[in-house]
Every structure is written in structure tokens, then in C-alpha cells.
């Protein structure tokens, strides 16, 4: 493993190598050239650089309380859908079309029903975690084993203890690739809905400040910061599968 982390180094430090040559060989010139070097110092020394680390923690707030918000009804309607067949044939086809939507098509009608308030952000979030989940939870719950459904009704178990004990249990592994699908999801309409609805601090708006001023520095920091985090986010999932393919 540790040897395929360093291979996938490589490329990464070829390009930042060809990239510093570039600008000190002015092959790259202009208030858009910017060197590695530069680049790092930004955060610490520039004063507008330096929002970068308040404009993340309002990023991670916003994703923490909208990704939650959306995992829970998505998992909470995800488990109704897969218990119930005719409430799963009943609302799946409406859900599904919805799903369809691309997610920032709905920037339009939130911004219409909630203006630019942190409201509509927080809707934005949750409906990019509440998708993936509502899929991933109705289809864990209908693959359960039938034996291990059979055998529950046989003990009398109440309707809550047969979530807890064997559907829930029984739909983690499908639950946790939608998790991993969810934070992604999460973590870029996190950041796309900062970016094109604005009104406040963020990581997105930080992006767009610097694009605004003309500073690629600031806005290269910030695209850095959003990659960072997205693969962090998802050796986060990775791990939770893992975890969880170990535990079932």
C-alpha cells in the first residue's frame, strides 16, 4: 500500500516541478502566473489569503448540517421505501424522476423559494446527500435474505426490533457506499452553492472573491483546499466500507 501511494505521487510532483519551471522561466507570466512557492505562502502571509481558513470552517458547518439533515430523511424514507412495497410502488417512480434533475438545477427554484439565504444552502446540501441515499438504503433493506426474514417473523419480533436487529444491519454495506456517494455529492454542492448563490463567507464564495479580483492565487488556494477535502471525504467512505465489510 505504501508503495502505491508514492507511486501516485509522481505525477502530482511532475507537474508542480514543470509548473515552478515554468514561471521562473517565464514561460508562464502575468498577474495569472503563480508559483508553488507563492502559492503556499498565501494563506499564512496575505491578509485576504489568510480568510481562507474561516471561509472553510463555514464550508464544513454548512456540510455538516446539510449532509445531516439529508442523510437522515434519506435513510429514514430510504428504510420506509424498502419495507413497504406498496409505498415503495407508490412513491419510487416520483422519487427517481427527481433524481434525475441534475443537482444544480435546482439552484433557480431554491434561490426563488428561499432567496439567497443560508436556507436555500443548506436545501442545496441536503438534497445532494438525500438522493444517494434513499437508493442505497431502499435497496440494502430489499436485499435482505429472505431466511433471515422468515426467521424473525417466526420469533415475534416487533416491528422495531426487526429494523434494528436485521434491516438495518443487513442494508449497512449497501448504506455506506451510498455515504461515500453522499459526502462527495455533499461536499461539491457544499461548494457550488456558496459559489453561485454568494451572501456570505465559504469556501466557494472565497473561490469567487478571488476570481473577481483577479488574484489566481487566492483562487488556485481555494480550488487546492476543495480537492483536499473532496479525498479526504473519500478515504472517509472508503474507510466506513471497509470498516463495515469486515464487521458483516
Known sequence: MAELSWKGLVLPAAALAAWSLAVENHLLGGPMAVSPVALLQVPVTDPDGREIWAALGASLVRLALGGSLGAVAGIGLGLALGLSRPLGRALSPSIDTLRQIALFAWIPLLTAWFGTSETAKIVFIALGTFFPLVLATQQGVRATPAGLVELVQVLGLSPRRRI???????????????????????????????????????????????????????????????????????ALGARLIRHLDKAT
Not at 448504506?175 to 459526502?183: D, H, R, S
Not at 454542492?189 to 456558496?194: I, K, Q
Open 164 to 234: 434494528t436487529a436485521l434491516y438495518l444491519p443487513a442494508a449497512l454495506p449497501s448504506i455506506a457506499v451510498g455515504v461515500q456517494i453522499a459526502l462527495i455529492s455533499a461536499w461539491i454542492g457544499t461548494v457550488g452553492a456558496e459559489y453561485a448563490i454568494g451572501n456570505g463567507r465559504g469556501l466557494g464564495a472565497y473561490i469567487a472573491s478571488g476570481r473577481e479580483q483577479f488574484r489566481m492565487d487566492i483562487t488556485l488556494v481555494g480550488v487546492l483546499a476543495l480537492a483536499l477535502i473532496g479525498v479526504a471525504l473519500h
